[in-house]
């Protein structure tokens, strides 16, 4: 088959990224010079403008229209504006290959310079592995599925891009998930660096600690962001189905958050070494993992994966391998990272244990009934299905338990729990969350399920939200700036808490009505009467839409207005709803246009009411600026460890004096 320029560019980034690897070797396994250690990291920065000029290639073809390129025929067409022609750049299986490996050596150059005042062999560590990773997937979109293989014929026009992917969310959704899935790349490195240098100290997880809250933002983000997408485009009024993909997604932001809190124990207590290395490695090998899923064609039931490849027996050796090298590093390390003493169950660092074992075997459960369907047809030749139910009853004792956790790990001791401290901040939060669940109750919500999780929910919030004004008022407003950490994370959980709250009332009190009317008829729905208007025709960009004017009126007063509407798409000849919704602090009135019949003068609307749904989109934006604000945080950290034997002295007066044994 016939390739483009950028193949060249790709296959010259390649040969670059193996001579580094090569030299990171070098300086790893012998007393080298400083020489070849820069020329690693000059061929390093070199790979990544090389991979810079190929993705620019690409998306120059894509906007100009090149079709030329199969790529570019099979994802756009003339027609499609600019926004999704530069999204088109992830929209398929080898330009998303082609974006990671972007993503991947833009983010080892960052760490090259990040790390520069470290020693040689810690830095070549965590280079060479970030290295490898790149070097890997840009084999795999060079050599197994490539973005600019050309066409045997020059067409005129495209075939356009999937329909679904023609909205907002999706222009920002997918990259929001690749940094995310990428950038867990760094904090195992930097686990890798420290066990083979028998660094037993929290240096690693300090000097990681940004990576790890940057990533976890943008997969919080983008995860979130998917779920909004499906809100408004799939139309069927939900958000989360438990769709493997989308589970792939989760899977590594589960442990994630486990590693972070794991971390807090390993640096302020010297404790949870093991487990945080593990968890490390856990969290980067799901996110191959779940690049398998989505891209393998193994979950080809998904509306969400890429067609059957024959790449996921690489991501299958590419997983193997990186799990083979970390239990050799850390059976090593073995001694040095036991836990001396067995964990106090009444103190803080049990809590935290107890909700990292929540955390696995919640991320066990939702693999195990993911993969259920694959593996029951491998094994008895016969595909089971699991219901949104079966997920819901599996997760939701975990997340409980997670919540209830959560709140008295804040509230409880580090060592050994003092009674009377633990019972007078106590008590304020249960009664508060009582009072909240008493709330619920008299607004006319009822259910075991759901108002147990409304109970573990306040309590986080509670917990979190009277343990700062405690500290303002002891320390006065400035401990707001002077503990970012603290109110960070306050932020993050209360927005979880919010988010836990989105979940639960819409998912259990939603209420839905599917109505057969006709233009200028009314129907009454909850609290609301909506008014029915004519259909109307309007031609878009590359589609005809047919849409009806649907007036919301609250006691005889117009409110809003809605227009759902149903798309005809000029390439795929399908028929698209697009829905509409108004958003509110109680809850979200959503209506979807089903059908029409002019002629007979019928409009079938489905309408539904969605309880506190924005307070899912709310909470996660508050979690993603809490853990930002959070981060800030982190320079002290690392002052304290420059003494690190993984660390060089950062230090101009020592330097001289300062000798890294790992030099």
Same mark, same amino acid.
């Given at each position: 088959?016939?390739?483009?320029?950028?193949?060249?560019?790709?296959?010259?980034?390649?040969?670059?990224?193996?001579?580094?690897?090569?030299?990171?070797?070098?300086?790893?396994?012998?007393?080298?010079?400083?020489?070849?250690?820069?020329?690693?990291?000059?061929?390093?920065?070199?790979?990544?403008?090389?991979?810079?000029?190929? +993705?620019?290639?690409?998306?120059?073809?894509?906007?100009?229209?090149?079709?030329?390129?199969?790529?570019?025929?099979?994802?756009?067409?003339?027609?499609?504006?600019?926004?999704?022609?530069?999204?088109?750049?992830?929209? #398929? %299986?080898?330009?998303?290959?082609?974006?990671?490996?972007?993503?991947?050596?833009?983010?080892?150059?960052?760490?090259?310079?990040?790390?520069?005042?470290?020693?040689?062999?810690?830095?070549?560590?965590?280079?060479?592995?970030?290295?490898?990773?790149?070097?890997?997937?840009?084999?795999?979109?060079?050599?197994?599925?490539?973005?600019?293989?050309?066409?045997?014929?020059?067409?005129?026009?495209?075939?356009?891009?999937?329909?679904?992917?023609?909205?907002?969310?999706?222009?920002?959704?997918?990259?929001?998930?690749?940094?995310?899935?990428?950038?867990?790349?760094?904090?195992?490195?930097?686990?890798?660096?420290?066990?083979?240098?028998?660094?037993?100290?929290?240096?690693?997880?300090?000097?990681?600690?940004?990576?790890?809250?940057?990533?976890?933002? =943008?997969?919080?983000?983008?995860?979130?962001?998917?779920?909004?997408?499906?809100?408004? /485009?799939?139309?069927?009024?939900?958000?989360? !189905?438990?769709?493997?993909?989308?589970?792939?997604?989760?899977?590594?932001?589960?442990?994630?958050?486990?590693?972070?809190?794991?971390?807090?124990?390993?640096?302020?207590?010297?404790?949870?070494?093991?487990?945080?290395?593990?968890?490390? +490695?856990?969290?980067?090998?799901?996110?191959?993992? #779940?690049?398998?899923?989505?891209?393998?064609?193994?979950?080809?039931?998904?509306?969400?994966?890429?067609?059957?490849?024959?790449?996921?027996?690489?991501?299958?050796?590419?997983?193997?391998?990186?799990?083979?090298?970390?239990?050799?590093?850390? $059976?090593?390390? @073995?001694?040095?990272?036991?836990?001396?003493?067995?964990?106090?169950?009444?103190?803080?660092?049990?809590?935290?244990?107890?909700?990292?074992?929540?955390?696995?075997?919640?991320?066990?459960?939702?693999?195990? $009934?993911?993969?259920?369907?694959?593996?029951?047809?491998?094994?008895?030749?016969?595909?089971?299905?699991?219901?949104?139910?079966?997920?819901?009853?599996?997760?939701?004792?975990?997340?409980?338990?997670?919540?209830?956790? !959560?709140?008295?790990?804040?509230?409880?001791?580090?060592?050994?729990?003092?009674?009377?401290?633990?019972?007078?901040?106590?008590? *304020?939060?249960?009664?508060?969350?009582?009072?909240? +669940?008493?709330?619920?109750?008299?607004?006319? =919500? @009822?259910?075991?399920? *759901?108002?147990?999780?409304?109970?573990?929910?306040?309590?986080?919030?509670?917990?979190?939200?009277? %343990?700062?004004?405690?500290?303002?008022?002891?320390?006065?407003?400035?401990?707001?700036?002077?503990?970012?950490?603290?109110?960070?994370?306050?932020?993050?959980?209360?927005?979880?808490?919010?988010?836990?709250?989105?979940?639960?009332?819409?998912?259990?009190?939603?209420?839905?009505?599917?109505?057969?009317?006709?233009?200028?008829?009314?129907?009454?729905?909850?609290?609301?009467?909506?008014?029915?208007?004519?259909?109307?025709?309007?031609?878009? @960009?590359?589609?005809?839409?047919?849409?009806?004017?649907?007036?919301?009126?609250?006691?005889?007063?117009?409110?809003?207005?809605?227009?759902?509407?149903?798309? /005809?798409?000029?390439?795929?000849?399908?028929?698209?709803?697009?829905?509409?919704?108004?958003?509110?602090?109680?809850?979200?009135?959503?209506?979807?246009?089903?059908?029409?019949?002019?002629?007979?003068?019928?409009?079938?609307?489905?309408?539904?009411?969605?309880?506190?749904?924005?307070?899912?989109?709310?909470?996660?934006?508050?979690?993603?600026?809490?853990?930002?604000?959070?981060?800030? %945080?982190?320079?002290?950290?690392?002052?304290?460890?420059?003494?690190?034997?993984?660390?060089?002295?950062?230090?101009?007066?020592?330097?001289?004096?300062?000798?890294?044994?790992?030099?």
């Amino acid at each position: 088959m016939q390739m483009g320029q950028g193949f060249v560019v790709q296959v010259f980034a390649i040969f670059l990224g193996f001579l580094a690897i090569v030299m990171y070797i070098a300086t790893i396994n012998e007393k080298t010079r400083t020489s070849t250690f820069k020329i690693a990291g000059g061929l390093l920065a070199a790979q990544t403008l090389l991979i810079t000029i190929s +993705v620019f290639i690409l998306l120059n073809a894509l906007v100009t229209s090149d079709f030329a390129y199969v790529y570019v025929f099979s994802y756009t067409e003339r027609s499609l504006s600019l926004p999704y022609k530069v999204s088109a750049l992830w929209a #398929g %299986q080898a330009g998303s290959l082609l974006f990671w490996s972007w993503l991947a050596s833009i983010f080892t150059v960052f760490e090259l310079w990040r790390i520069r005042e470290h020693g040689h062999k810690y830095q070549s560590y965590v280079l060479l592995v970030s290295l490898i990773t790149t070097t890997f997937f840009l084999i795999l979109c060079t050599f197994v599925t490539n973005p600019f293989e050309m066409m045997p014929f020059s067409r005129m026009d495209g075939q356009g891009m999937n329909p679904m992917l023609q909205n907002p969310g999706m222009m920002i959704h997918p990259p929001l998930l690749y940094i995310g899935f990428v950038g867990f790349m760094i904090p195992f490195a930097h686990s890798i660096a420290a066990l083979n240098l028998k660094d037993a100290s929290p240096y690693w997880v300090k000097n990681s600690r940004p990576w790890t809250i940057f990533t976890w933002i =943008f997969l919080t983000a983008g995860i979130v962001l998917g779920a909004w997408w499906a809100y408004v /485009e799939l139309g069927w009024g939900g958000y989360w !189905a438990w769709d493997p993909v989308e589970n792939a997604s989760l899977f590594p932001w589960i442990t994630a958050t486990a590693f972070i809190h794991a971390a807090i124990i390993y640096e302020r207590r010297n404790r949870m070494k093991g487990w945080s290395h593990c968890l490390s +490695v856990i969290t980067f090998g799901l996110t191959v993992f #779940g690049t398998y899923l989505t891209r393998s064609g193994i979950m080809s039931d998904s509306v969400h994966s890429f067609g059957k490849s024959a790449l996921g027996n690489f991501f299958i050796f590419f997983l193997l391998l990186t799990t083979a090298v970390f239990i050799v590093s850390f $059976y090593k390390n @073995r001694r040095e990272l036991a836990d001396k003493t067995n964990f106090n169950f009444t103190s803080k660092e049990g809590v935290f244990f107890l909700a990292l074992l929540c955390f696995l075997a919640l991320t066990l459960a939702l693999i195990f $009934y993911t993969m259920l369907p694959v593996l029951s047809e491998i094994i008895l030749s016969n595909k089971m299905s699991v219901s949104i139910a079966s997920f819901n009853f599996v997760s939701i004792p975990f997340f409980t338990v997670i919540f209830f956790l !959560a709140g008295i790990g804040l509230i409880i001791s580090y060592n050994k729990m003092n009674p009377d401290q633990f019972v007078r901040q106590y008590i *304020p939060v249960l009664i508060a969350s009582l009072i909240a +669940v008493a709330v619920v109750i008299g607004l006319g =919500f @009822r259910g075991v399920s *759901p108002l147990v999780i409304s109970f573990a929910a306040s309590t986080v919030f509670f917990a979190f939200l009277f %343990q700062g004004v405690r500290m303002i008022m002891k320390s006065g407003v400035t401990v707001i700036y002077n503990n970012r950490r603290f109110f960070g994370a306050a932020v993050v959980h209360i927005g979880l808490a919010m988010m836990a709250f989105g979940v639960v009332f819409s998912s259990f009190y939603s209420y839905e009505s599917d109505e057969m009317t006709s233009s200028g008829s009314s129907f009454v729905f909850d609290r609301y009467t909506l008014a029915v208007g004519d259909v109307e025709h309007e031609d878009g @960009r590359n589609y005809e839409a047919n849409y009806v004017t649907v007036d919301v009126y609250q006691q005889d007063k117009l409110i809003f207005t809605l227009y759902p509407e149903l798309r /005809e798409y000029y390439k795929s000849q399908n028929i698209f709803g697009e829905v509409a919704y108004r958003s509110m602090m109680r809850g979200d009135l959503y209506t979807i246009l089903q059908g029409f019949d002019k002629g007979q003068n019928i409009v079938r609307l489905s309408v539904i009411f969605q309880p506190l749904i924005v307070w899912i989109w709310v909470g996660s934006i508050l979690m993603c600026l809490g853990a930002a604000y959070a981060v800030t %945080q982190n320079k002290s950290a690392l002052k304290q460890a420059n003494d690190s034997p993984g660390a060089a002295d950062t230090s101009k007066k020592n330097k001289s004096v300062t000798k890294r044994k790992n030099d």
